[in-house]
């Protein structure tokens, strides 16, 4: 049997999108197959199923989130300068209004990582990278002399974790942006107390 052929990171971005702006669950195989180009035999081939190009799209959906991420924070002269404009970035994405805005981890961990272990590890997985990144920044902002009281760096990359987590699910149902921006502006407070 031949393999298809194919830009795969261009599939991986493609597929996200559509999880995204359906939800796994509704996301259905003729979806897909626009979204990606791919006819589903192609799909099947190069990922075994639906599932299997979820997973595949959230390993790439987190490569590039933490390639965004590391952007973010080199563009600023300080590490609180970075977390300040990674809450920005994301109050601009709960605002925006566009589905594929949203994060395919949340959804994914909203929608299927109960029901199916295989997705629930990678899923785990990305919150430990991402709690580690973040661990690494309270550790530098504790250096700057920005950081309150006695908590310590992974603390607050939890609280950071929950309550960026909060905010996302939050801004569904609150569509006001200076609402949004309000309570991530009082989230990095929070967290730097």
């Not at 589903?40 to 599932?51: H, L, R």
């Not at 590039?64 to 002269?77: C, G, H, M, V, W």
């Not at 607050?156 to 801004?171: C, F, N």
């Amino acid at each position: 049997m031949r393999s298809a052929e194919f830009d795969r990171e261009q599939v991986l971005r493609a597929a996200m999108n559509a999880f995204m702006e359906k939800g796994y669950n509704k996301t259905s195989m003729q979806d897909l197959k626009r979204a990606t180009n791919l006819h589903p035999g192609s799909i099947y081939c190069a990922f075994e199923n639906k599932k299997g190009l979820l997973l595949a799209a959230l390993e790439q959906y987190n490569q590039d989130r933490t390639a965004e991420l590391k952007d973010i924070f080199a563009a600023q002269s300080s590490a609180i300068g970075g977390l300040k404009a990674y809450l920005d970035s994301i109050v601009s994405e709960c605002v925006s209004g566009d589905p594929t805005q949203t994060c395919l981890s949340q959804k994914a961990i909203n929608e299927i990582a109960q029901q199916d272990e295989e997705a629930q590890g990678v899923l785990s997985n990305q919150c430990k990278l991402w709690q580690s990144f973040m661990c690494d920044v309270f550790t530098q902002i504790g250096r700057e002399g920005s950081l309150e009281g006695e908590r310590s760096a992974e603390q607050r990359a939890q609280s950071l974790i929950v309550g960026i987590y909060g905010l996302r699910t939050y801004s569904q149902a609150q569509k006001e942006p200076k609402v949004i921006s309000d309570i991530a502006h009082q989230l990095l407070i929070d967290v730097c107390r």
